[in-house]
């Protein structure tokens, strides 16, 4: 007899015209608790509230410049040693022009996660093991952050991955999600109960950044950090990750 854990859909691979490809993890929905209660946490990621999510797919590694140049048609632009690096400089509305491309070249309906689906992803979803940052305790083995980047991003995969294969959670850029951000939305969605798929305030003035980046330091790279920006900043620090749902 098959077991649950046999049976569940794998990760994906998409394959592109230009011959590169990107690989997209299953991340099994669930419950859990969202936000900080360490002594760590800023006031907007309190309170803790639960949050039931459904299944969806998210990619392993953040979009990197030699995907976003086959996708915007700009190779000359990206030197060959920067490949793997993170894509940075672009904004929310950016990675929306992206997307929008990319899901013309693949027939696919690509997106950016929610703060949710992101903050889910980064503690291992139900393979979790309750980490300050996205797969260990320990910064250095997970993140580039401001003290070992050396003032700058890195290639993509070269620290230690999640619970659930993702890369660069913690650290390297901070990631767009597709949530408007508020700093009260936490004590909203307490209030609700356990809240299921939460899409964010419905308007704002700043879109949600996750994770950390290169630049910032290790309190900034934790799992429960929240970050902000107008949807049209550009930073060398910024960059993105792709999600999909998944439809069973």
Known sequence: MKNRKDTMPGALTEKLPAGLAFEMAYVEGGTFHMGGGDEEAYYDEHPVHEVKLDSFY?????VVQALWAAVMEEDASVPAENHEHPVEMVSWEDAQAF????????????RL????EWE?????????????YSGSNDPDEVAWYV????????SVGKKKPNELGLFGMSGNVLEWCQDWYSGSYYE????QGVVENPQGPAEGVFRVLRGGSWYLEARK?????RHYDPPGSRFTDMGFRLAMSFVG
């Not at 909203?188 to 209030?191: A, I, R, Y």
Request: with cysteine; aromatic share 10%.
């Open 58 to 62: 998210i990619g392993r590694y953040p």
């Open 221 to 225: 790279c934790r799992n429960s950090y």
């Open 113 to 116: 996660p929610t703060e949710a």
């Open 188 to 191: 909203e969605c307490q209030k």
């Open 147 to 154: 003290r070992n980047s050396d003032g700058e991003e890195k």
């Open 99 to 110: 997307i929008q491309k990319l899901n013309e070249v693949t027939g696919r309906t690509y």
């Open 120 to 132: 889910y992803a980064t503690r291992g979803g139900q393979q979790g093991h309750g980490y300050i």
